[in-house]
């Protein structure tokens, strides 16, 4: 059975930090590229990262870039946010993918004074 489940959101201030992590089962981890996706509220989901299986793959969205770094290890998926803005309130979802992708539930990030 494929899971997919994401963790580590929360309420943190502006200039604070948090790293959500994807924890994954059912399938081969190593064989998929993990991207991160966020959704605020009455927008479209937007594109944050993503890589395959070195760090040097590791592509980021315009808003994420020099703030955000993105990792894996062992069947876990890792986003390291840092210097969050009220923009970054979101859901943030993970999504394996290649030829077929799996998606998480989302994590809620509330990023407020």
């Known amino acids: 059975q494929v899971q997919v489940v994401e963790s580590g959101g929360g309420l943190v201030q502006p200039g604070g930090s948090l790293r959500l992590a994807c924890t994954t089962s059912?399938?081969?981890?190593?064989?998929?590229?993990i991207g991160w996706f966020r959704q605020a509220p009455g927008k479209e989901r937007e594109f944050v990262s993503c890589m395959s299986r070195t760090p040097e793959s590791a592509h980021y969205g315009g808003s994420s870039k020099g703030r955000f770094s993105i990792s894996r290890d062992n069947y876990t998926a890792y986003l390291q946010m840092n210097s969050l803005k009220p923009e970054d309130t979101a859901v943030y979802y993970c999504?394996?993918?290649?030829?077929?992708?799996?998606w998480g539930q989302g994590t809620q990030v509330t990023v407020s004074l």
């Open positions: 999504n394996a993918f290649t030829v077929v992708d799996y």
């Open positions: 059912g399938f081969i981890f190593d064989d998929y590229n």
